[in-house]
């Protein structure tokens, strides 16, 4: 069963054939991983041949209604508003503790993947040790993104975060000093890692130099403070944060992190540049590490609907994960954490699919789990705190 949020937005854009379809994809891709096209239509639950099934799905992949803001922007101003709780007023808000804000700003980063001649740049806001998918749009090319394009993407995505102090993430595809121009024009906290390429004039300086022949070495980190960017088009002034790991025994940064930023202090910067990791780890979850989005062959209209419903599954999937860690009850659907490990085995969004799997597998399998159980006498204690965790399973999922 989807969220109420869910039901009321999708129902309200949606006739209830198309909303029971949504809502199948969504325990589909839960139950088996998998969006791509031909293998959802072999398990699609309808009484119909198999090549119907996959023209039905065609059919309800190009509905106009499958938008992203229509359908999807609503659900996320919803969970929006829940989760960094605005208070009273603006000003009120980033004086509030938030539980989930880094630093006090909500942290929006922002990176782009590609695989299999698709190009696809996304914005997502980190939340924990993850990132939640909020827009996106493909590329026409393979490459880089433009600056045209990156404000585009980003002008979209802000209008959805304007009640909120946001602070922006990106990588060195992100590095252009244009864009930290644009984003301080609108009061937006930023953290961009640069090119080592990247001219820069410090204070007292004349001439403009690459940061890679200004003498940084492993082991070092420091801030600078009003920095011009750009030998061309000399922007600024922007803070400079720079960090480059130690090796030791062969293992470290082999490049060091070059960070233009608003931010006024060097542990700010590291700190939240540190959580763009997240949006890595989204990737990760989407394409083989999860969802296996890669072997998707559609035409672009289709594959922007199944992102959009890859997008509602994943964040009810990372949400229901967190919320098995909170009820402690994910060590029945999880591997416990390993001594030698230095993270969870399984993240949020894999202990909920596992979870998901449990539970279906409790229902088709009732009679000869039950059976099971009865010929353990000895572990009915046992038995009864699992179907107890099992309940609560049921419930968040």
């Not at 204070?203 to 022949?213: H, I, S």
Request: glycine share 6%; net charge positive.
């Amino acid at each position: 069963m989807l969220p109420t949020c869910y039901q009321k937005v999708l129902r309200a854009h949606l006739s209830e054939s198309q909303y029971l379809t949504l809502q199948l994809l969504i325990l589909l891709l839960q139950s088996h991983r998998q969006i791509q096209l031909a293998r959802l239509a072999s398990m699609f639950p309808q009484p119909i041949h198999y090549s119907s099934r996959i023209r039905n799905l065609q059919r309800f992949l190009v509905l106009p209604q499958l938008s992203v803001r229509l359908l999807w922007f609503p659900i996320l101003k919803h969970w929006l508003s829940e989760e960094f709780k605005t208070g009273h007023g603006n000003r009120a808000y980033r004086r509030a503790r938030l539980k989930r804000t880094i630093d006090g700003y909500v942290v929006m980063a922002v990176d782009r993947t590609q695989w299999k001649g698709r190009n696809l740049m996304m914005v997502t806001v980190v939340w924990g040790k993850h990132a939640l998918p909020v827009y996106w749009a493909p590329l026409p090319k393979s490459g880089s993104s433009s600056l045209k394009q990156q404000l585009r993407l980003l002008k979209t995505a802000l209008k959805i975060f304007k009640p909120y102090p946001v602070v922006v993430l990106a990588d060195r595809d992100f590095h252009s000093p244009k864009l930290a121009l644009w984003l301080s024009q609108r009061q937006v906290e930023f953290v961009l890692r640069q090119k080592k390429s990247a001219y820069v004039q410090l204070q007292g300086e004349v001439d403009y130099q690459p940061l890679k022949e200004r003498g940084f070495a492993p082991g070092q980190k420091g801030f600078l403070c009003d920095v011009y960017w750009g030998k061309r088009d000399q922007l600024g002034p922007f803070n400079l944060a720079f960090y480059w790991k130690r090796q030791y025994r062969g293992k470290g940064g082999k490049d060091p992190w070059f960070i233009m930023t608003s931010l006024p202090t060097l542990e700010q910067a590291l700190s939240l540049y540190a959580c763009r990791w997240g949006i890595e780890m989204m990737f990760k979850d989407c394409k083989s590490g999860g969802y296996n989005l890669e072997r998707t062959k559609v035409n672009d209209a289709r594959f922007l609907a199944l992102v959009l419903v890859m997008a509602m599954a994943y964040c009810l999937a990372t949400l229901a994960g967190y919320g098995l860690k909170k009820l402690k009850v994910n060590h029945y659907v999880a591997r416990l954490n390993e001594h030698s490990r230095r993270r969870p085995r399984h993240s949020d969004f894999g202990t909920a699919l596992y979870g998901h799997l449990w539970c279906c597998g409790m229902e088709v399998w009732t009679l000869l789990a039950t059976e099971l159980m009865q010929l353990k006498p000895h572990k009915r204690l046992n038995y009864q705190r699992g179907m107890r965790a099992l309940s609560l399973i049921q419930t968040t999922l």
